[in-house]
């Protein structure tokens, strides 16, 4: 996913994270928190939903910026433990630009497609290519990173990277506890990502955190 330049806009429309191949779009930032396999150097690609039809097809919902990429990957580490691979995949029907109907190789019948149900696709972190651009991460790396002010304040961490239509958010829990806030994923908002530092500086609203404040104005 990037990070946006401005604290209204967001610097690319696709959400990328991780360019695929051949392409300069990665996994999207729908809300979800990381998989297990993620802090053992695997990156979440998908995940399957509920069978569609009675020829094995299933639903699947992509975590690419173009959705459709996720077939470029080759086979995919599924979080049972077997690698799966996909023939191809097409929009489903209902209009979500990340929910896709997949054809799974080997899979065949519609108690095969039921049996994948919210089973997690992978990739190892070693496969992906670099990162084309600075304000380029993985929602991975960013969840659980430490929030602080300029001045060294603690803020909060980052326990989710959700996007509602209008941009990338931080959603932060308060380091003292409480109720999680969203903070736009812009560059005005949030100047400094330090990921090897392990350390995100952030120039919230004094009042992020109280009850009942209204949304960011990057959140529809």
């Known amino acids: 996913m990037k990070r946006g330049r401005s604290g209204s806009a967001p610097l690319s429309p696709s959400r990328a994270r991780v360019p695929p191949k051949g392409a300069g779009e990665g996994p999207?930032?729908?809300?979800?928190?990381?998989?297990?396999?993620e802090g053992k150097g695997f990156v979440l690609l998908g995940e399957f939903g509920r069978a569609h039809g009675l020829r094995g097809e299933v639903r699947l919902k992509s975590y690419t910026a173009d959705p459709a990429?996720?077939?470029?990957?080759?086979?995919?580490?599924?979080?049972?433990?077997?690698?799966?691979?996909?023939?191809?995949?097409?929009?489903?029907p209902g209009g979500a630009p990340d929910l896709l109907i997949?054809?799974?190789?080997?899979?065949?019948?519609?108690?095969?497609?039921?049996?994948?149900?919210?089973?997690?696709?992978?990739?190892?972190?070693?496969?992906l290519p670099p990162a084309e651009d600075e304000d380029e991460?993985?929602?991975a790396d960013l969840i659980g990173l430490p929030v602080e002010r300029p001045d060294g304040t603690a803020v909060g961490t980052i326990v989710a990277v959700p996007n509602y239509g209008g941009g990338d958010l931080l959603d932060i829990a308060p380091a003292g506890g409480g109720p999680t806030a969203l903070l736009p994923f812009t560059k005005a908002f949030v100047p400094v990502v330090d990921i090897a530092g392990r350390r995100v500086v952030a120039n919230p609203p004094d009042d992020l955190f109280d009850p009942g404040r209204p949304e960011p104005e990057d959140a529809p």
């Open 28 to 37: 999207s930032s729908s809300r979800r928190a990381p998989s297990p396999a």
């Open 69 to 92: 990429a996720i077939v470029s990957y080759g086979p995919l580490l599924a979080s049972t433990g077997r690698e799966l691979s996909l023939k191809s995949v097409r929009a489903a």
């Open 137 to 139: 991460f993985l929602l």
């Open 102 to 127: 997949a054809v799974v190789e080997g899979i065949a019948s519609r108690e095969a497609a039921e049996a994948l149900s919210r089973v997690q696709l992978h990739i190892a972190r070693e496969k």
